[in-house]
Structures are given as structure tokens and as C-alpha cells.
């Protein structure tokens, strides 16, 4: 089982189902018209077809190894560093707040490519952004530590 298309097919397979079985919990058709159920039933539904469909063109006309797709050197070497910054964002954030943690997880992936300097200045400057955005123009509650930031 060393076909990437196969895997790949599958866990879109069962995560069709999942958002299939959540859909037919709801209303299909109301008083008014279409119920909550309509457009995720529908689009679930099509989804395990496609899905089905990708997993036998996988299986007899194009495998894809996993070696082929799977990044090498420095893109592997990206890859696995912004995965481990953020898994520390998600560890720090709530004791941290947003703004602390974002600025760190942005230095950590910005540093292989530039300086110090530019990366801290660039992940301020993207964080802070995003915290005003998001927490004082659109009112969406984020994670803040003691000093409100």
C-alpha cells in the first residue's frame, strides 16, 4: 500500500461519510423550502462518489508513490518546522495570548530565510495586524494574556 491516491481517496472517503451521517440528522426540507440537511447531503453525497471514483483510477491508472510527492531537503526541512511551531503556538497561546505566541510562530518560520532582525520586525508587524483585525474590527475573541494583547 504504497499509493499515496489510494490513501488519499480513502480519508476523503470517511470524512464524506462523517459530513453524511452529521447531515442526515438534519432537517432535509422545511415549511419554507429547503432545510440545513439539502446542501450537505447533496455535496457529502457527491463527494463519496468522486471519492470512490479517485481511489479505482488510484488503484489501476495512475499511482502516485509517496516518494513523489513528499518533499525533499529543504522543503522537507520547512515543512517539519512550521509543523513544530505550530504545535508550539497551540501549547503557548492560552497562557501567552494571541500576540505572543503568533510573534514567535511567525520568527521560527521566517528565520531559515531571512535575518533576525527583518523576521521579528515582519512578525510583529503580521501579528499585530491580525490581532486588530480580528479582535477589534471584526469582534472575534482571541486568546489574550493577562495585559489584554
Given at each position: 500500500m504504497k499509493n499515496a491516491g489510494v490513501w488519499v481517496g480513502c480519508f476523503i472517503f470517511v470524512f464524506a461519510l462523517i459530513i453524511f451521517s452529521t447531515a442526515l440528522t438534519y432537517e432535509y426540507y422545511g415549511s419554507i423550502g429547503p432545510g440545513p440537511g439539502l446542501f450537505p447531503l447533496w455535496l457529502s453525497g457527491a463527494l463519496i462518489v468522486l471519492s470512490l471514483l479517485y481511489i479505482a483510477e488510484s488503484m489501476f491508472k495512475h499511482k502516485i508513490s509517496?516518494?513523489?510527492?513528499?518533499?525533499?531537503?529543504?522543503?522537507?526541512?520547512?515543512?517539519?518546522?512550521?509543523?513544530?511551531?505550530?504545535?508550539?503556538?497551540?501549547?503557548?497561546?492560552?497562557?501567552?495570548?494571541?500576540?505572543?505566541?503568533?510573534?514567535?510562530?511567525?520568527?521560527?518560520?521566517l528565520l531559515p530565510s531571512y535575518k533576525w532582525y527583518l523576521?521579528?520586525?515582519?512578525?510583529t508587524t503580521v501579528t499585530l495586524f491580525f490581532f486588530f483585525v480580528f479582535y477589534n474590527l471584526l469582534k472575534i475573541p482571541l486568546p489574550v494574556n493577562s495585559l489584554g494583547w
Open positions: 509517496f516518494s513523489d510527492i513528499l518533499p525533499r531537503g529543504k522543503g522537507l526541512r520547512n515543512t517539519i518546522l512550521f509543523i513544530l511551531s505550530f504545535i508550539l503556538f497551540m501549547i503557548i497561546v492560552p497562557a501567552t495570548g494571541f500576540c505572543i505566541a503568533g510573534i514567535i510562530m511567525l520568527f521560527i518560520v523576521c521579528l520586525s515582519i512578525s
